[in-house]
Nanobody, 124 residues
Framework: QVQLVESGGGLVQAGDSLRLSCVASRSTFVRYNMGWFRQPPGKGRELVAAISANGGSTYYTDSVKGRFTISRESDKNTVYLQMSSLKPEDTGAYYC?????????????????WGQGTQVTVSS
């Protein structure tokens, strides 16, 4: 019902910036809360950022506060993750996710739909 397609990952050096994009199916995007998760190599999945369906609420994990910004453009059915001052610790597979309930993403790290992932690698 909801298709999510990520793009924008790549190999960068520490201190660089990247913007990840996630394009969702048009008919459902405005109804869903959106989040970005990441999974570093050899580690578990963690929630990086989330934004409510209307854009009124956002969440960031402590390690990215002040460096990452999540945003959405409803007319483009797109959610973004702007990443600045990247660190090697930010390396991982980044996944876009959609959920009916905002708190499900933030508190339970759960989502109803997931993208395929895009790889971000930050070299020192």
């Amino acid at each position: 019902q909801v298709q999510l397609v990520e793009s924008g990952g790549g190999l960068v050096q520490a201190g660089d910036s990247l913007r990840l994009s996630c394009v969702a199916s048009r008919s459902t995007f405005v109804r869903y809360n959106m989040g970005w998760f990441r999974q570093p190599p050899g580690k578990g999945r963690e929630l990086v950022a989330a934004i409510s369906a209307n854009g009124g609420s956002t969440y960031y994990t402590d390690s990215v506060k002040g460096r990452f910004t999540i945003s959405r453009e409803s007319d483009k059915n797109t959610v973004y993750l702007q990443m600045s001052s990247l660190k090697p610790e930010d390396t991982g597979a980044y996944y876009c996710a959609a959920a009916t309930v905002f708190s499900a993403i933030v508190t339970m790290k759960r989502a109803d739909y997931w993208g395929q992932g895009t790889q971000v690698t930050v070299s020192s």
